[in-house]
């Protein structure tokens, strides 16, 4: 089994910035899975937003230069700096990890609980 919790969510300001922890464990975890991160607004789909593998790392057009995605492989952590926040990256942000870096959540087995995010304008 593999569990992901992630943390620090919250609300912020137009223009602030937020960074999401997940933290990975579980017997079957793999430091060799990629991870990322999802999120779903409000009457949306829920879309790709980040992902990393030790080859690099993928990032939605709507969010490249303001979202840095991190891994710390020791911790089994992936990080989610997020800067410039607008109102519309309001969202439930969910971790997710796979043997593979996809961009379809159909492709990721594994999911944390999800965090919300509030950018208020």
């Known amino acids: 089994q593999v569990q992901l919790v992630e943390s620090g969510g919250g609300l912020v300001q137009a223009g602030g910035s937020l960074r999401l922890s997940c933290a990975a464990s579980?017997?079957?975890?793999?430091?060799?899975?990629?991870m990322g991160w999802f999120r779903q607004a409000p009457g949306k789909e829920r879309e790709f937003v980040a992902a990393?593998?030790?080859?690099?790392?993928s990032y939605q057009d709507a969010v490249k230069g303001r979202f840095t995605i991190s891994r710390d492989y020791a911790r089994n952590t992936v990080y989610l700096q997020m800067n410039s926040l607008k109102p519309e990256d309001t969202a439930v942000y969910y971790c997710?990890?796979?043997?593979?870096?996809?961009?379809?959540?159909?492709?990721?087995?594994?999911w944390g609980q999800g965090t919300q995010v509030t950018v208020s304008s």
């Open positions: 579980g017997r079957t975890f793999s430091s060799n899975y990629n």
């Open positions: 990393i593998s030790w080859r690099g790392s």
């Open positions: 997710v990890a796979s043997s593979g870096m996809y961009r379809e959540d159909s492709a990721y087995p594994y």
